[in-house]
């Protein structure tokens, strides 16, 4: 049943991010360059080194319904309210439930229900402790409500890869339409675990920006004054469908995707190699799998998380891989605006790679005031850049501790 | 409609957000009330908060309707 050559394309997208609350307000934003930065008010955060996180536009209870959401995880609220989007964008295909599939990726999962649970446990004992608390933590839950949601029955999974998660779930996806386990996926990534011990944890990795007094500049991909990333919550979601059920229906497509490239740097736990050589051979295998060149490829929406080291080494990866056609390729690192929405990140960032080819406009770098003259990339920053018309490829890079790299290219229709 | 009824009404609205005027005695937990075995742990521990009494694992079950659960709490209250 597998069919490496069966094409599967892009028929819906949804989006819930610090920059707006679905795809066209996001959309909107990073071409403008809005931040969803903000301070964390909460005195939680008061004696921490960061205070401040990419915070979701919109609270899902302003969209969702209370008794709803009062079972989920906050990561689920966002996956659920990113999937619909997606699903009623795609003109919800009718399909044969058991030919529908989910892969709904996170990296950390419903941590901030566990602890808000334990609180409860040791305020209160056992009894109090809710009897949703394992569906709220299990990292499979929004994959599961998202599931439930839409009846799925080909399979519900939860690809785990830290901030590469996002990434790999939509490659899982294009894999389980071409292995033959389903003819319609509906892929994405979800995250909402700001809480004083995740920014307590990543920060006593130094891996977070510490620009308390400045919160909206902080995320600064490939600029000299970068400090680290900026935690950041939301999520992607992308209908993915074989191109014959698409064309059947008639569905309006955005893209195809083409191929997914995943290494592991077998380096270190939380350290990129500095070379990027797993990085640059995530986006070798893609190419490779695409069929295409270097000199297809005319965007990439870059992992560029701002960290002093990350963004070094991923430009090095890109650099070595596409050669002499780098300079033309048009660089973005939207973290830039939304923060790192770690197993958020791949899905909201495909989703911005996709509306990047579909419109032929990429989008901004925001707060790249000094380049830093290792990166050496045509890395979009002051305003949107049009892109060339034609036949033409893009890239998107995800990359996670335990060094995860996926590299997903979607192509031209 | 007792308190103890208006009591309950509200903590099945507030869990599986049933308008309060559906929720009358003679209605049952599960097959009228969408209330699954989870939710019903959830209207156990509301209960036993606001009326102040306890309601045993082993009791659960018999309380199938919103009219059992009444007089089990004022029997115990």
Known sequence: ?413 | MSQTLEGLAAIVNEVAGTPIEDITADKAFVDDLDIDSLSMVEVVMACEDKFGVSIPDGEVKNLRTVGDAVAYIDAQS
């Not at chain 1, 094409?7 to 996001?26: E, F, W």
């Not at chain 1, 964390?40 to 709803?68: H, I, K, N, S, W």
């Not at chain 1, 799998?289 to 430009?315: C, F, K, L, R, Y």
């Open chain 1, 1 to 413: 049943m597998t069919d490496s050559t069966r094409r599967v394309v892009v028929t819906g997208l949804g989006a819930t991010t610090p920059v707006g609350g679905d795809v066209a307000t996001t959309w909107e934003g990073l071409l403008t360059g809005r931040s969803g930065v903000r301070a964390l008010e909460d005195e939680r955060y008061t004696e921490l080194p960061v205070r401040f996180a990419g915070q979701v536009a919109v609270e899902p209870l302003e969209v969702m319904d209370r008794v709803e959401a009062r079972k989920l995880d906050r990561c689920q609220q966002l996956a659920l309210i990113a999937a619909r989007e997606a699903w009623a964008d795609s003109a919800q295909p009718e399909i044969d439930p058991e030919r529908l599939g989910i892969a709904f990726a996170t990296g950390i999962g419903g941590i901030v229900s566990l602890l808000d649970n334990y609180d409860t446990l040791l305020s209160r004992g056992w009894t109090r402790v809710s009897p949703m608390s394992v569906p709220q933590l299990m990292p499979n839950g929004a994959a599961a409500w998202v599931g439930l949601d839409l009846g799925a029955k080909a399979g519900v999974h939860t690809p785990v890869s830290a901030c590469a998660s996002g990434a790999e779930a939509i490659g899982y996806a294009l894999e389980m339409i071409r292995s033959g386990r389903a003819d319609v996926v509906v892929a994405g990534g979800t995250e909402a675990c700001i809480h004083p011990i995740t920014v307590a944890a990543f920060a006593a990795m130094r891996a977070l920006s510490t620009r308390n007094d400045d919160p909206t500049h902080a995320s600064r991909p490939y600029d000299l004054g970068r400090d680290g990333f900026v935690m950041g919550e939301g999520a992607g979601a992308l209908v993915l469908e074989s191109a014959e059920h698409a064309a059947a229906r008639g569905a309006r497509v955005y893209a195809e995707v083409a191929s997914v490239g995943m290494t592991a740097d077998g380096h270190h736990i939380a350290q990129p190699d500095p070379e990027g050589a797993g990085a640059a051979r995530a986006m070798r295998l893609a190419l490779e799998a695409a069929g295409a060149t270097p000199a297809d490829v005319i965007h990439i929406n870059a992992h560029a998380t701002s960290t002093p080291q990350g963004d070094i080494a991923e430009a090095t990866a890109i650099k070595s891989v596409l050669g002499s056609a780098v300079d033309d390729v048009a660089v973005s690192g939207t973290k830039s605006m939304t923060g790192h929405l770690l197993g958020g990140a791949g899905a909201v960032e495909s989703v911005a790679a996709i509306l990047a080819l579909h419109n032929r406009i990429a989008p901004i770098t925001a707060n790249l005031e000094n380049p830093d003259p290792e990166i050496g990339l045509n890395v979009v920053h002051g305003q949107a850049r049009k892109l060339r018309d034609g036949d033409a490829v893009v890239l998107n890079n995800s990359f996670g501790f335990g060094g995860h790299n996926v590299a997903l290219i979607f192509r031209s229709v």
